[in-house]
C-alpha cells in the first residue's frame, strides 16, 4: 500500500506543481498591484471664483473663504459666477499609470440661508487650456482662458443645506492633465446651464479649518525602477 500511494504521488506530481507555480505568479502579481501602488492627497494649489457682476474684480485678492458658482438675478439683471481650482500634479511620478482620482470640495460652513445650495444646480468641471492666476484672474481676462469639453464631469443637483461634494471621478480629467502638461492648469467649474436661479458655493484654500480645503486624491502604480 505505501508503495502504491508513493507511485500515484508521483504520478501526480507534474500537475502538482504546475498548479503551484500558477498560484505563486498570481500571488506575486497581486503583491507587485498592492506594493506599486500609492495614494497622493494633493492640496489646492490656487483657487479663486469671478463674478459676471463685477467683471474686473478679483476675489483671491479679498482672501475669500468661498468659491462661488451661480446664475442668480440681481435688480433683474442676471449675472453667473464661475470657480478655478488649481492642483500641483508634479508629485505623480514619470510615466506612472494614474488608476483613480478624486476631488472633493467641502460645504462653506458660514453660509446664510441666502448661500444655501438651490435651484437645478448641476455643475461641470471642465480642464483649463490657459494659464491663470489666482490673484488678478477677473471674469473680464478669464474671456480669454481656454477650457477643454473631453471628459467634463457633470455632477447632479442638490438643495441639501450642507452638502459636501467629495470623492468626485475626474479620473480621466486628470489623464488629460498629465498627458498634455503644457496645456492643463486646473480646473474650470461652472453651472451646467446658467440661468436663474441656481447656486452653490464651497470652501476656498484661504478658509480657517483647512480639513474643509478642496483636495484632490490620486492613486497610481509607479513605473518600474531599472
Not at 77 to 106: C, E, H, K, M, W
Request: contains cysteine; proline residues 5%; charged residues 15%.
Amino acid at each position: 500500500m505505501l508503495i502504491e500511494t508513493t507511485n500515484n504521488f508521483h504520478a501526480m506530481s507534474p500537475m502538482f506543481y504546475r498548479k503551484i507555480a500558477c498560484i505563486i505568479v498570481l500571488l506575486m502579481t497581486l503583491s507587485f498591484g498592492a506594493w506599486g501602488q500609492q495614494t497622493l492627497v494633493l492640496p489646492c494649489a490656487g483657487d479663486t471664483w469671478i463674478d459676471q457682476r463685477a467683471e474686473n474684480r478679483n476675489n483671491n485678492n479679498d482672501k475669500d473663504t468661498k468659491v462661488d458658482v451661480m446664475c442668480l438675478t440681481f435688480s433683474s439683471v442676471q449675472a453667473s459666477s464661475r470657480g478655478y481650482l488649481n492642483f500641483d500634479l508634479s508629485a505623480i511620478p514619470a510615466g506612472a499609470t494614474l488608476t483613480a482620482a478624486n476631488l472633493s470640495l467641502y460645504f462653506w460652513p458660514e453660509s446664510p440661508s441666502s448661500h444655501y445650495p438651490r435651484g437645478d444646480n448641476k455643475f461641470t468641471l471642465r480642464r483649463v487650456l490657459t494659464k491663470w492666476d489666482e490673484k488678478t484672474l477677473t471674469w473680464t481676462n478669464a474671456a480669454g482662458l481656454g477650457v477643454s469639453s473631453q471628459n467634463t464631469y457633470t455632477h447632479s443637483a442638490t438643495t441639501l443645506s450642507s452638502h459636501d461634494y467629495t470623492n468626485m471621478d475626474v479620473t480621466e480629467l486628470v489623464k488629460d492633465m498629465i498627458a498634455d502638461p503644457d496645456n492643463s492648469f486646473g480646473f474650470d467649474i461652472r453651472l451646467l446651464t446658467e440661468t436663474p436661479q441656481k447656486q452653490l458655493h464651497f470652501c476656498s484654500k484661504n478658509y480657517a479649518d483647512t480639513s474643509l480645503h478642496p483636495k484632490l486624491t490620486v492613486t497610481y502604480v509607479a513605473p518600474p525602477t531599472t
